[in-house]
Structures are given as C-alpha cells and as structure tokens.
C-alpha cells in the first residue's frame, strides 16, 4: 500500500509541477500583450501574487482521485459485461445459436427451450 501512495504522491507531483509550468508560461504570454487599459494587468498581478499551494496540491490530488475512480468503474463495467458475454456464449454453445435470445431485461430462464 505504501508503494501504491507513494506512486500517486509523485504521479500528483509531477501533474501540479507541470500544470504550473503551464501557468506561469500562459502569464509570461499574457504579460507581453499589450495592455488596453482596463485591468488586465492588474489582475495578472493578483494571480502572480496569489499562488496558493496547498489549495492547488490539493485540486491536483482530488483530480487524481477522479481519474482513478473513473478507471476503476470502467474495469468494473468491462468485467460485468465479460461475464454476460461469457453467459451468452455457454447458452448458445449448450442450447445452438436458435434458442431463446437473451437480454438486459428477460434472462434465459425467461422462454422454454425444447430438445
């Protein structure tokens, strides 16, 4: 398990070291437009001067989390759906590819299949 945090701690890392390597290039870009004179560049500096980072460590961790559990729910889904296609292919390999169909909502024990 410590080895499992650890690769999520430095996977973490390395996302916010980029995301503000993104950051600070976007800011870099925006600070040689010219200004028009309506706040822009004031409101730069309050973004230059505003870098929190433990609420930016945190975002980066809870998008981690996201990822994670979105896999997780993927892999659950893909391994249910094995299994009804498992089921499937058994019933037609017992019963031939004429016997009764099967779906979400009527189950094999649903229609009687004559021998």
Same mark, same amino acid.
């Given at each position: 398990? !410590?080895?499992?945090? #650890? =690769? /999520?701690?430095?996977?973490? $890392? &390395?996302?916010? +070291?980029?995301?503000?390597?993104?950051?600070?290039?976007?800011?870099?870009?925006?600070?040689?437009?010219?200004?028009?004179?309506? !706040?822009?560049?004031? #409101? =730069? /500096?309050?973004?230059?001067? $505003? &870098?929190?980072? +433990?609420?930016?460590?945190?975002?980066?961790?809870?998008?981690?989390?996201?990822?994670?559990?979105?896999?997780?729910?993927?892999?659950?889904?893909?391994?249910?759906?094995?299994?009804?296609?498992?089921?499937?292919?058994?019933?037609?390999?017992?019963?031939?590819?004429?016997?009764?169909?099967?779906?979400?909502?009527?189950?094999?024990?649903?229609?009687?299949?004559?021998?």
């Amino acid at each position: 398990m !410590g080895e499992v945090q #650890r =690769l /999520l701690d430095e996977l973490s $890392q &390395t996302l916010c +070291k980029f995301r503000e390597m993104r950051r600070v290039a976007m800011i870099n870009l925006l600070n040689q437009v010219r200004c028009c004179e309506c !706040g822009h560049k004031k #409101r =730069l /500096l309050c973004a230059v001067q $505003q &870098t929190p980072k +433990k609420q930016q460590r945190k975002s980066c961790s809870s998008n981690v989390s996201r990822l994670l559990t979105a896999c997780l729910s993927l892999m659950l889904l893909l391994t249910i759906y094995g299994g009804h296609l498992a089921r499937r292919y058994n019933h037609v390999r017992a019963y031939g590819s004429n016997a009764c169909g099967s779906t979400f909502f009527y189950t094999y024990t649903d229609c009687d299949v004559c021998v």
